[in-house]
């Protein structure tokens, strides 16, 4: 059974930080790219990075870009995202999911299961 289970959300001040974790379980992790979504109060769901799995290559939204940085951890089948300089436009629940094909680029990953999610909430 495939399980995606996030960490790390919290509530933190504009130009804070944060580490979320997602742990996987149920599926060869270390082959599969891997991907962040995440979804503000009262929108849709966004597609914020994705990381591959063999060259580790990454990829962000916009809006992101030199603030979050995406990681893995093969060896323990972990995802990360660290997210610096957060804004308040950052504050929204954060779902890792797993594609449904290995290999995949940028926002055209169409994912098959997710996790929770976990909640981040950027405000003084």
């Known amino acids: 059974e495939v399980q995606l289970v996030e960490s790390g959300g919290d509530l933190v001040q504009p130009g804070g930080s944060l580490r979320l974790s997602c742990a996987a379980s149920g599926f060869t992790f270390s082959v599969y790219a891997m991907t962040w979504v995440r979804q503000a109060p009262g929108k849709g769901l966004e597609w914020v990075s994705t990381?591959?799995?063999?060259?580790?290559?990454?990829s962000y939204v916009d809006s992101v870009k030199g603030r979050f940085t995406i990681s893995r951890d093969n060896a323990v089948n972990t995802l990360y995202l660290q997210m610096n300089s957060l804004k308040p436009e950052d504050t929204a629940v954060y779902y890792c999911t797993k594609p449904i094909y290995p290999v995949c680029y940028g926002s055209n990953c169409p994912y098959d299961y997710w996790g929770q999610g976990t909640q981040v909430t950027v405000s003084t």
């Open positions: 990381i591959n799995s063999g060259d580790g290559s990454t």
